[in-house]
């Protein structure tokens, strides 16, 4: 298994430009998230899914879209990129439950928006 | 809502002392609780996590953590540090009803001297 896979690794944006991260897991895990690490505050949650079809809003969500539409990927989009979305995105997988299972992560993505 | 405080940014520990790292919670009722480790450039690994039950849990690479209900306390605890230790350590809780979403305190930087 190739557990939670994330491309690119790094990548170097113009403010205005769009990018999609990509995200994707072979464990057929139902939940999937997206989060953001910047120094000082820990990892923040900007959007998570429970299934194909089905997404909803983190704790920081402005600037970002995503969908489901398989099992195995969840994408992220930055629209519109912004200096304040400069950080280090992490996707997460779990199994999905009435309780909170491990969630497993990806390697990381450094985005660095100028 | 939930919120967790890791009250230490950076802890320095010679190899082979002992470490225990702090971290508290807040919420109302009993959470799910997590310690999470982030070698640099790398993604998070789960190193253990509270449920319910034995309030000393056992996690990997020779780690512990125990709950103290009293104190809202979560702390994580190895008797003998090695060099390889040296990363950054988050705590984490969920919460009944809040699915598989987690709220991260902000880690602590743990350095190992030789």
């Known amino acids: 298994n190739a557990g939670v896979t994330q491309t690119p690794k790094f990548q170097v944006l113009k403010t205005g430009q769009s990018m999609t991260l990509q995200c994707a897991q072979d464990?057929?895990?139902?939940?999937m998230s997206w989060y953001r690490q910047d120094p000082g505050m820990g990892l923040r949650l900007i959007h998570y899914s429970v299934g194909a079809g089905i997404t909803d809003q983190g704790e920081v969500p402005n600037g970002y879209n995503v969908s489901r539409s398989t099992t195995e990927d969840f994408p992220l989009r930055l629209l519109s990129a912004a200096p304040s979305q400069t950080s280090v995105y992490f996707c997460?997988?779990?199994?999905?439950?009435?309780?909170?299972?491990?969630?497993?992560f990806g390697p990381g993505t450094r985005l660095t928006v100028t | 809502a939930q919120s967790v405080t890791q009250p230490d940014i950076h802890i320095t520990v010679s190899e082979g002392a002992s470490l225990e790292l702090r971290c508290n919670y807040s919420y109302g009722a009993t959470p799910y609780l997590f310690w999470y480790v982030q070698s640099p450039g790398q993604g998070l690994q789960l190193l253990l996590k509270y449920f319910s039950g034995d309030t000393l849990v056992q996690g990997i690479k020779g780690f512990e953590a125990e709950f103290k209900r009293s104190q809202s306390s979560f702390n994580l605890r190895k008797p003998s540090v090695h060099w390889s230790d040296a990363a950054e350590y988050f705590c984490a809780v969920g919460v009944t009803g809040g699915g598989n979403k987690l709220t991260f305190g902000t880690g602590t930087q743990l350095k190992v001297e030789l």
């Open positions: 997460a997988s779990s199994y999905l439950s009435g309780q909170p299972y491990e969630q497993y």
């Open positions: 464990m057929n895990h139902e939940y």
